[in-house]
């Protein structure tokens, strides 16, 4: 018996020696095989047409749907000038005259939100702060 034999065999007899046992590696090398045969780099590659127009509809829907809600938890009874309600009533009217602008707005409105969510965690608490001074002194 030789050591080829001891190996595990998978359905098609292939020893599974050197063959990737996830499917991230088998996407992977899927995607370089793609590359080689095509000669393009992987990020040369453009989306296809359908999972481009899956992913704007879902993005419309979307922001769609992010305004909906925000219109539906608006004050019940605010001034003229309340700013939540100017907003509310420019984002209503802003999905009625351009959903594209409108998508793309939310959009970075989004990044944005992020962004100021991820510098909060990155600053030290003003308890850090407050200790690190007391410890100098």
């Known amino acids: ?6 190996a595990p065999r998978s359905r098609h007899g292939a ?16 995607n370089r095989h793609i590359a080689d045969v095509t000669g393009q780099p992987q990020a040369a590659r453009t989306e296809l047409r359908s999972a481009q127009a899956f992913r704007d509809t879902w993005e419309r829907l979307h922001a769609e749907d992010e305004v909906h809600q925000a219109l539906q938890r608006g004050p019940e009874n605010p001034g003229p000038l309340n700013p939540h309600r100017l907003v509310l009533r420019t984002l209503g ?6 959903p594209e602008y409108l998508r793309h707005f939310m959009a970075h409105a989004d990044a944005l939100l992020w962004l100021d969510e991820a510098s909060a965690l990155l600053k030290p608490s003003p308890t850090v702060k407050a200790r690190k001074a007391r410890s100098k002194a």
Do not use: F, H, K
């Open 15 to 30: 020893a599974r020696r050197g063959v990737p046992t996830t499917q991230a590696s088998v996407l992977a090398q899927l």
């Open 1 to 6: 018996m030789t050591e080829s034999d001891d």
């Open 93 to 98: 009217l802003l999905s009625e005259l351009s």
